[in-house]
């Protein structure tokens, strides 16, 4: 059974950093795409951020650009996203997804959410201003 697990949320405030932590188990695809998703109260779904195993691609939504990153750590199946300069407005539940044998979905396409094959329950994350 393939289960995607996040950790990392909580309560930081304007300005600060957090790193979201998406462990995986059962997961033993080669080719895949795996993304940071987040959703507030009252907003539309928002892919963050997502990369492809198969390549080097990768996406961010313009409203984190060069605050977010998105890495990977093979050895411990954990995909993370470090956010540095948060704002009240990334406040919303992070959740991660995956697409596996994703060709011809790209990580563009991943992050507009075409398709979602496996995702995590989400971690909360709340930024104070």
């Known amino acids: 059974e393939v289960q995607l697990v996040e950790s990392g949320g909580g309560l930081v405030q304007a300005g600060g950093s957090l790193r979201l932590s998406c462990t995986t188990s059962?997961?033993?695809?080669?080719?895949?795409?795996i993304g940071w998703f987040r959703q507030a109260p009252g907003k539309e779904r928002e892919g963050v951020s997502c990369a492809s195993s198969s390549d080097s691609n990768t996406y961010y939504a313009d409203s984190v650009k060069g605050r977010f990153t998105i890495s990977s750590d093979n050895a411990k199946n954990t995909v993370y996203l470090q956010m540095n300069s948060l704002k009240p407005e990334d406040t919303a539940v992070y959740y991660c997804?995956?697409?596996?044998?994703?060709?011809?979905?790209?990580?563009?396409?991943?992050?507009?959410?075409?398709?979602?094959?496996?995702r995590g329950q989400g971690t909360q994350v709340t930024v104070s201003s």
């Open positions: 997804a995956a697409v596996v044998h994703a060709w011809p979905i790209t990580v563009v396409h991943m992050c507009a959410g075409v398709r979602h094959d496996y």
């Open positions: 059962g997961f033993t695809f080669d080719d895949y795409i």
